[in-house]
């Protein structure tokens, strides 16, 4: 007998099944040990021993654990393929020998990306030791955040009353959301006019172009400032009589993004969908661990907590040949397609989001509400990246009256062959300008009709307020968080009423706006971008063994316990003081 443990008790019911009578697979229900929500759990004194603890329930699966183990030869820690997966089964293994339930019992860790039976079982012939190096990075997270928390937080309590709580990675995503607030506030709107017209072809076809040129000089965007500008540049296109200057078609291709990392499958779903970073993991993991088709229970797509965007050499081969009997040949290009991150501190020991099976088309699955759409929309995203560019003509055409001092320009484009925009297109938080406009057949020399002009008024707009979608996007980009933590700090935002959401954007309160400036003005170094993202760097040190976690634990806490000291001897008046002087005064009457 053979006893495996997984987080989950739908998980344990799927893979019971692929790997028959001789094992007993149970569940841990995630995490079986925590650091208590009290003084002393992360003791730097004691070169930061850490005290764990388990409640009930936890003590009663360990217990289930260890009675199964009884009549076992072997414990098999199956747990999640990732940092907090390697915890999770760590922390099964210490509770395990504290019971002394392990004599003579042989313990092996296995992962798989994909619940299904081929994978199962590959993982259960390749058995290896729980990484410790990963422990030890999960070990250094969770005293680092311990820390920060336990100690911000109190001083939060005193200095500033009302104020719920401070944590390392979650002050800092505030402080971008009020940063964008203040750049917003500042920002001085400049008046801008544009010349429009609508020209008509020897066809009678009509198109848009947009005045380039007046009086001899190239147009920038902000270089008609004022009406009575605008009105004489609109009259001068009136009276013209243009003629196609010149037309430029150049072709190129348009390459399909890579398949989903659980940032960007976050953003797309935002956009696409309109989930939340929560409500995106939430179903993902229903489809990761298992849908009941036919009876069956099947995991639909592999794991969803990865930066990586590679995809296994099989998966792509089958997708290939999916691509080629759902479009046909010319959608299937010569060799797979091979992608790496771009994303700072990357790390990509996991696949990329993708289905389990090509072969499990969104349309025949008739998969209900959420777990539907999500489905589709990553088998669309995963499939896409393996198929054909499209071949896309860009053309720009110039027209010009005859004394050379008035010019318009009409861009467009027009696709050849459509690639994998047969399937998908990604979205985008800004709208698409020229993109997507055709033009009609324009020849050099040809006499076009001016059929409509106007003349419009614009302001220069400021930044947009983050959305869930963006602001994952900014937090990847500065490397701060990882791909798992980013749903939770976004809830924890909210749950602590530092932001509010209009129209799906954030908008920091009074409260997340005030503890963001006692956090810069006494803290600064901590909610710094580099400095948090060059702690992730070190945390990835420490979970490839190139640093020891209680050395980065070390060398933070001198500076970090300074600091708060240091704020500590400070008069709760010399604070508000300060922060008047920052957000204005009568902040604090």
Do not use: C
Request: charged residues 30%.
């Amino acid at each position: 007998m053979n006893v495996v443990v997984v987080e989950s008790p739908a998980k344990a019911k799927t893979i019971n099944k692929y790997l028959g009578p001789d094992y007993k697979v149970l569940a841990s229900y995630g995490h079986i040990r925590d650091l208590p929500s009290k003084d002393g759990s992360v003791r730097p004194d004691e070169d930061f021993a850490l005290e764990w603890e388990m409640d009930v329930k936890s003590a009663k699966r360990v217990k289930e654990i260890a009675d199964a183990l009884k009549d076992a030869d072997r414990l098999i820690l199956a747990t999640d393929p990732d940092r907090e997966g390697e915890a999770i089964s760590w922390h099964v293994l210490e509770a395990l020998k504290n019971r002394k339930a392990l004599k003579g019992k042989d313990v092996q860790r296995v992962t798989f990306n994909a619940i299904t039976k081929d994978a199962v079982k590959a993982a259960m012939a390749a058995p290896r030791d729980i990484d410790m190096e990963l422990v030890d990075a999960y070990l250094a997270r969770r005293a680092l955040d311990y820390l920060v928390g336990f100690s911000l937080s109190p001083v939060l309590w005193r200095k500033l009353p009302g104020s719920r709580s401070a944590g390392r990675v979650q002050s800092v995503a505030l402080r971008i959301i009020v940063d964008r607030e203040v750049e917003i506030e500042r920002f001085k709107p400049q008046e801008y006019w544009s010349v429009d017209a609508i020209l008509a072809n020897s066809a009678k076809e009509t198109f848009p172009a947009r005045l380039s040129a007046f009086e001899g000089k190239r147009l920038k965007r902000l270089d008609i400032p004022n009406e009575a500008m605008a009105h004489a540049a609109r009259d001068a296109v009136k009276r013209g009589d243009f003629k196609v200057a010149a037309v430029e078609a150049k072709p190129t291709k348009r390459n399909p993004p890579p398949p989903f990392t659980t940032s960007t499958l976050q953003q797309e779903a935002a956009r696409k969908l309109g989930f939340s970073a929560s409500r995106t993991m939430q179903v993902a993991q229903r489809l990761y661990e298992g849908v009941d088709i036919g009876g069956e229970t099947v995991g639909l797509i592999t794991y969803m907590r990865t930066d990586g965007v590679s995809m296994d050499e099989g998966a792509m081969r089958e997708m290939r040949t999916a691509i080629g009997s759902r479009f046909g040949n010319q959608y299937v290009p010569a060799a797979p397609r091979a992608y790496a991150s771009k994303i700072k501190n990357a790390q990509e020991a996991h696949e990329a989001i993708r289905p389990t099976d090509p072969q499990r088309f969104p349309d025949r699955m008739k998969l209900d509400g959420d777990q539907g759409r999500l489905y589709d929309l990553i088998w669309k995203r995963a499939m896409a990246s393996q198929m054909e560019s499209a071949s896309i003509e860009r053309t720009s055409v110039d027209l010009v009256e005859p004394s050379g001092k008035v010019e318009l320009r009409a861009s467009g484009q027009v696709i050849l062959f459509d690639g994998f925009l047969a399937l998908y297109q990604e979205g985008r938080d800004d709208e698409e300008d020229e993109e997507n406009r055709r033009l009609p057949q324009l020849k050099q020399g040809e006499r076009v009709d001016v059929r409509e002009v106007k003349a419009d008024q614009h302001f220069t707009e400021p930044p947009p307020r983050f959305s869930e979608a963006s602001l994952v996007k900014k937090l990847e980009e500065l490397g701060i968080g990882r791909p798992s933590t980013y749903a939770a700090i976004l809830e924890k935002l909210r749950e602590r009423n530092y932001v509010t959401m209009d129209k799906n954007r954030f908008i920091p309160d009074d409260r997340g706006r005030i503890v963001t400036a006692f956090l810069e003005n006494f803290f600064g170094k901590y909610v710094e971008y580099d400095f948090t993202a060059d702690l992730e760097e070190q945390l990835d040190q420490v979970s490839a063994g190139e640093l020891p976690w209680k050395k980065l634990m070390r060398d933070f806490w001198k500076d970090f316990h300074a600091a708060i000291v240091d704020i500590g001897d400070l008069r709760i008046t010399q604070v508000l003081d300060t922060l008047n002087e920052v957000l204005g005064p009568h902040i604090f009457p």
